[in-house]
């Protein structure tokens, strides 16, 4: 795994230079340089990518459950990551954002330790949807309809790309006129 230098560094309280050292050791490379993914929209752009840190949070809080402990600890983050990469890779139907991904897993390490800071900090937070009981990640401060979840609220339009149900489907050229999400899963039953 391609764990940042400013992960290791915070995680196991070293030095920016031993960390850099470290990396170099073990990868035999410089660390890339640049920021770390911080960005909670990357959840509500994509159905799919909600689908994955839902998978990967619900197993930190599932896990700070267990042990009573908030923080996620450098152990805990890489079990909880572990585990994610086994469940994701195992997926018999992987959608096209998935397939284009190496082994399937769109949530690299990085990215991981920060969506988990969002989870502690009060920034995301993990709800269970009341139409099929599946726990899913939402940002607190979005409007209530990016607040879906990943799993009922969408629709796949032609070319198999998962929507949300709240982005409006674009006009059909047929004599039919426009069709909603519910008459095209009317169409395909």
Not at 71 to 100: F, H, S, W
Not at 130 to 139: D, E, G, T
Request: charged share 15%; net charge positive; glycine share 4%.
């Amino acid at each position: 795994m391609a764990y940042s230098t400013g992960l290791v560094k915070r995680q196991q309280n070293l030095g920016k230079k031993t960390a850099i050292r470290l990396y170099k050791t073990i990868h035999q490379r410089s660390p890339r340089q640049g920021m770390l993914p911080y960005d909670p929209f990357w959840i509500v752009r994509s159905s799919v990518h909600n689908c994955h840190v839902s998978i990967f949070l619900g197993l930190i809080h599932d896990f700070s459950q267990q042990q009573n402990q908030v923080p996620c600890t450098a152990e805990m983050l890489i079990t909880a990551y572990d585990l994610y990469c086994r469940v994701v890779t195992t997926n018999p139907n992987p959608g096209k954002l998935e397939a284009n991904a190496s082994d399937a897993v769109l949530l690299d390490i990085n990215r991981a330790w920060q969506l988990s800071g969002q989870l502690t900090a009060g920034v995301i937070s993990l709800v269970q949807c009341v139409q099929c009981q599946a726990r899913y990640v939402v940002v607190n401060n979005m409007p209530k309809p990016f607040q879906q979840c990943p799993i009922c609220a969408v629709w796949a339009d032609k070319s198999g790309r998962r929507r949300w149900m709240t982005v409006k489907p674009r006009k059909n050229t047929t004599k039919s006129g426009s069709l909603t999400p519910n008459q095209l899963n009317q169409l395909n039953q």
